[in-house]
């Protein structure tokens, strides 16, 4: 990977990095006018876009290393508007919610003596309330995409209650872990693979994905092989944990 000359603010080196920590990603070139970033595959094209566009990077087009398939960055659907606060009234007649019609990301972390903390999210874009019956459903892969062998134990296993998540309102969950060794370990996690039940469509989620105003970029989570991690069940956006 190359990024150089560095423009002013260093920001062929900052978008090279971003690419380096992002999984599905073959080659980055940046030489301060124009960048080229390949994916293994065509299945990688999306994610690898939605990180160009979340972040902000000089990347107009995401392809394959064989050329095989592109994206432009501009016609990956924007990060859907949530509504803070809204309707979140119990209403037994709202259907399940359709993966089709959710947004799954990643929208924080945090740490404290010794723990970690990530903060999932699950936007309704449909035009009806819909519900959510279980805990979201995770794994985890390396930079490489591989998976790492990670125990996740719900916070309430006796199950959950439902939510119901109304038109543009977002329903969060925590993942809460204590620290992991990570000296001489390269297989940390770089990806989270979320859905929001057992059983559903897994969206994959780098790292790169997430962007905190305020923070820098987050490649990398210490959770490793044989790690075990607890996850909350969804709740209303601002719901305490």
Not at 80 to 94: C, I, K, Q, R, Y
Not at 115 to 136: E, V
Not at 163 to 172: D, E, N, T
Not at 191 to 218: C, F, I, K, N
């Amino acid at each position: 990977m190359r990024a150089y000359p560095a423009p002013a603010g260093g920001a062929a080196v900052r978008d090279a990095y971003v690419f380096a920590g992002t999984p599905g990603v073959v080659r980055a070139v940046f030489d301060g006018e124009t960048a080229d970033v390949r994916v293994r595959d065509a299945s990688d094209l999306a994610k690898v876009a939605d990180v160009a566009a979340v972040q902000g990077a000089a990347v107009d087009v995401v392809r394959t290393l064989d050329d095989s398939a592109a994206l432009r960055v501009a016609d990956v659907p924007p990060r859907p508007p949530h509504a803070p606060g809204g309707d979140w009234s119990a209403d037994p007649d709202a259907p399940d919610c359709d993966p089709a019609a959710l947004r799954l990301e990643l929208t924080g972390t945090d740490a404290a003596l010794g723990s970690r903390y990530l903060f999932l999210g699950a936007t309704n874009t449909g035009p009806a309330p819909c519900t959510l019956r279980a805990h979201p459903s995770l794994s985890f892969r390396t930079l490489t995409e591989q998976p790492l062998a990670v125990a996740v134990t719900p916070s309430a296993p006796a199950g959950p209650a439902p939510v119901v998540v109304p038109p543009g309102g977002r329903a969060v969950a925590m993942l809460d872990w204590n620290a992991m060794p990570t000296a001489g370990n390269p297989d940390l996690t770089y990806e989270v693979l979320l859905a929001t039940g057992p059983g559903g469509p897994a969206t994959e989620l780098p790292l790169t994905s997430l962007v905190v105003e305020g923070s820098g970029t987050h490649a990398s989570l210490d959770i490793v092989d044989g790690g075990e991690v607890t996850v909350t069940e969804w709740r209303p956006d601002g719901a305490p944990f």
